[in-house]
């Protein structure tokens, strides 16, 4: 079964950090692109960043860019991301996804569960 | 950034019914263009990609059709569990970039 499984969120002062993990399973995780899309609860979706299957080219989103950093170890079927001086504009569902296939990897297929980060006083 | 901005905001229909959801991009972007679906409390779902390509498992009654910037996804034979967000995304620049989502209230 494929599955993603993300951990690592919860409530965080403003200016402070918070490193995410997915655990990935049941596919070639080496393999496959892999994206962060966080979601504000009840709003829409939005890319932060991706990481090629190899961990050698990653992209960011603007809002994140110089703040977050996307990053993978593949021997352990994880993808990681960095949070660093968060804003209370990045309190989010974060989920953890996979692209497609590796020639489709913009298209997003798996998601994960998504964990929730809070940033407040 | 691409735009995406789908129409309407919401719709409500009844079981068999057909709904169409339309997604319109600031520019053009070929037929990269991809469907989900967001059940609530869930995480949202692949259904379709490159704008008219059904992902495995997902039922024939969801469509998509169209090219450049102006794309649809055609729901029939509407069942109590389509009852979602649906959100269009393009993946032709980047970033990619999503729809605003469209909320499907079935009666």
């Known amino acids: 079964e494929v599955q993603l499984v993300e951990s690592g969120g919860g409530l965080v002062q403003p200016g402070g950090s918070l490193r995410l993990s997915c655990v990935a399973s049941g596919f070639t995780f080496s393999n496959s692109w892999m994206h962060w899309v966080r979601q504000v609860p009840g709003k829409g979706l939005m890319f932060i960043s991706r990481i090629n299957g190899g961990g050698s080219s990653a992209d960011y989103a603007d809002s994140v860019k110089g703040r977050f950093t996307i990053s993978r170890d593949n021997a352990k079927n994880t993808l990681y991301l960095q949070m660093n001086n968060l804003r209370a504009e990045d309190t989010a569902v974060y989920y953890c996804v996979g692209g497609l296939a590796p020639h489709l990897y913009n298209w997003f297929d798996p998601w994960g569960q998504g964990t929730l980060v809070t940033v407040s006083s | 950034d691409v735009q995406m901005t789908q129409s309407p905001s919401s719709v409500t229909a009844s079981v068999g019914d057909s709904v169409t959801i339309t997604c319109q991009a600031s520019q053009g972007i070929r037929t990269w263009l991809a469907w989900y679906q967001q059940r609530p409390g869930k995480a949202p779902k692949l259904l379709i990609h490159t704008t008219s390509t059904l992902q495995s498992g997902v039922p024939p009654r969801f469509s998509g059709s169209g090219s450049g910037t102006e794309f649809t996804l055609t729901i029939s034979s509407l069942q109590p569990e389509d009852s979602a967000i649906y959100y269009c995304?393009?993946?032709?620049?980047?970033?990619?970039?999503f729809g605003q989502g469209t909320r499907l209230e079935i009666k």
């Open positions: 995304q393009q993946a032709n620049n980047f970033p990619v970039t």
